[in-house]
């Protein structure tokens, strides 16, 4: 406890430069007004700095979203990624920040290309006439955690080669600990924000940072990407140079195509606004539903298109996963606020939230049926699913429901796709495209092979159980009976004596019975409509359903007793 206490007060110490720096910004930008940082100034006894307002009035005027996206630009790659992945983050952010938010795209300057060559020299261990033909030093693109060049590599192939910012991982390493510090002031100090879980929020952008700051991982997303996209006529993936990479080095294939969202430039080679947009919605649900991997920044800068009407993902950092349970329930969502089950729509939404109960579910399936009168009453072609949702995450943000991670980046990913979509068709119809997919997944989890290998699966687990009893049953009771096992039981002598005590322990002892019974006749008829066993009507094995019938008159049996005498 000492060590903590004193590796914290040196941890402390060491940041307080970029605390001043960070303050500084804070206060530039309008957020004196903002009390609990002056207190936290006071705390970090650094009342001494410098703070000066920003000198242009118009700044100051501006509305609190708009300085707070300036102020986070100015500290620099970590808070403009903090910024960045917080917009993805509906349940935590009004509509005002999410829009001024999501403008933290811009590129950032560039470092100077000889220090582009060297760190590729230092991570690929040769000289740079070994690796390349040729490599331009002036970058074409540059971002918060990383700038891009191209090169030629030895055989001519062009390629683009990214390379991470120099001291870029000591840099977010600082900047990550102070956003734990002043999140852990948060909770400490602002009652508020305890709903908000400022300490998740922080290390769940820590974790999605140091996947980013691997270009390993961002390999491995890539070639997965391209693997399941493979012979798709519509979609092209960079190749990987592995062994032109590393984790602070990326080397992929150079693929140059114009701008998705440029209108003219599409026309010019000959591709189809329209058409492009049903394509590229057609792929976000491909990857959503089919395959459960998907791009989770699809932004326009993120995007090209080539000759051949061909879409270009960039950047493989930010990949989100849905996993088999995750695409059925978010087919279910989008099934139940379609045809308006609301209480399809409420298990959909319990589920694929972090809590997965509700206090009061009867209130919350209401808030929804109203949610789903407000938003879904005009033509499908006429709603945005993007912003369906979000005003969906609202409302659960009122019923304190966190959802899955994955679930608001999958929503960032849609209402990014669409809203470029319906740049270049105002026509296109978002959701009745979806319809496909999502039925595909509901076929799969509720056709007749799923439900036969889930009955199979109950099969072999009940026979493993009915195998393995007798035998357990029996240690348990020679336990027992050698005095290893001693159960504890109190009684309150009733005046009939143990009588009482002997009728329900038999009562227990029937049910138990019955119950087993009941499911070993279940089990098994089950198992011999699977086998197909003689004779049929139809397709239908008729002892095999005699047997069903039976033993659901068993369990019918079994519930009326449990019910006459006092409920479950």
């Known amino acids: 406890m000492i060590f903590d206490t004193l590796r914290s007060a040196v ?22 007004d903002v009390l609990r940082l002056v207190a936290l100034q006071h705390i970090l006894r650094i009342e001494d700095v410098t703070i000066r307002p920003h000198p242009d009035d118009e700044i100051l005027s501006k509305p609190l979203p708009v300085r707070l996206r300036l102020a986070l630009e100015e500290l620099g790659p970590t808070f403009i990624k903090f910024g960045q992945i917080l917009s993805s983050r509906r349940d935590l952010i009004t509509d005002d920040y999410f829009i001024e938010l999501s403008k933290l795209q811009a590129s950032v300057p560039p470092f100077p290309g000889n220090e582009a060559r060297q760190i590729i020299e230092r991570e690929l261990g040769h000289p740079m006439h070994a690796l390349f033909s040729d490599f331009l030093e002036k970058p074409i693109g540059s971002a918060s955690i990383a700038q891009v060049h191209e090169a030629f590599l030895k055989d001519g192939t062009p390629v ?111 591709t189809d606004p329209s058409v492009l947009a049903a394509t590229m919605t057609g792929l976000i649900y491909e990857q959503i539903f ?42 279910l969502l989008v099934s139940g606020l379609g045809e308006k089950d609301h209480a399809q729509t409420t298990r959909s939404i319990l589920d694929l939230s972090e809590e997965g109960v509700v206090s009061n579910q009867m209130l919350l399936q209401a808030e929804v049926e109203k949610f789903a009168e407000q938003n879904l009453s005009k033509p499908l072609r006429d709603i945005c699913l993007g912003d369906v949702l979000n005003r969906l995450l609202s409302l659960l943000r009122d019923n304190r429901l966190r959802m899955k991670p994955a679930f608001y980046l999958g929503i960032k990913a849609l209402a990014q796709v669409e809203a470029i979509g319906q740049s270049l068709d105002p026509e296109l119809n978002f959701i009745r495209l ?110 095999g359903a005699v047997g069903l019938l039976f033993g659901a008159y068993m369990c019918l049996r079994l519930l009326l007793s449990i019910w006459r005498h006092g409920g479950l």
Do not use: W
Request: a negative charge.
């Open 11 to 32: 941890d402390l110490y060491s940041h307080l430069p970029r605390y001043r720096e960070i303050l500084a910004v804070l206060f530039k930008y309008g957020f004196a």
């Open 434 to 543: 979806g319809e496909p997919y999502a039925t595909r997944v509901l076929l799969r989890k509720f056709g007749a092979g799923r439900v036969g290998s889930i009955f199979k699966g109950v099969a072999v687990e009940a026979l493993d159980f009915l195998r393995d009893f007798p035998g357990d049953f029996r240690h348990l009771y020679q336990n027992i009976r050698r005095g290893k096992i001693n159960v504890p039981l109190e009684h309150k002598i009733d005046p009939k004596g143990f009588e009482p005590l002997r009728t329900t322990l038999d009562s227990i002892a029937n049910r138990l019975a019955n119950a087993i019974l009941t499911a070993s006749v279940l089990i098994c008829s089950s198992i011999v409509i699977l086998a197909s066993l003689p004779p049929h009507i139809g397709a239908v094995s008729i002892p």
């Open 290 to 331: 089919d395959h459960g991997f998907f791009h989770g920044d699809p932004h326009p800068g993120n995007m090209t298109v080539l000759p051949d009407s061909r879409i270009v993902l960039y950047d493989y950092g930010m990949m989100g996963k849905f996993t088999p349970q995750m695409r059925e329930s978010i087919a």
């Open 160 to 270: 683009a080669v990214k390379v991470q910012r120099p001291e870029i991982e000591k840099t977010i390493a600082l900047d990550v600990a102070i956003l734990h510090d002043l999140a852990r002031f948060a909770e400490n100090h602002v009652p508020e924000s305890s709903g908000l879980n400022p300490l998740g929020v922080v290390q769940e952008f820590t974790d999605t940072l140091q996947r980013e700051l691997d270009f390993e991982n961002e390999a491995s997303n890539a070639e997965r990407f391209a693997e399941q996209f493979e012979g798709n006529p519509h979609i092209e993936t960079p190749k990987i140079y592995r062994d032109h990479s590393t984790s602070k080095v990326l080397t992929m294939d150079y693929i140059a195509g114009v701008s998705i969202t440029d209108k003219k430039g599409l026309l010019a080679q000959n």
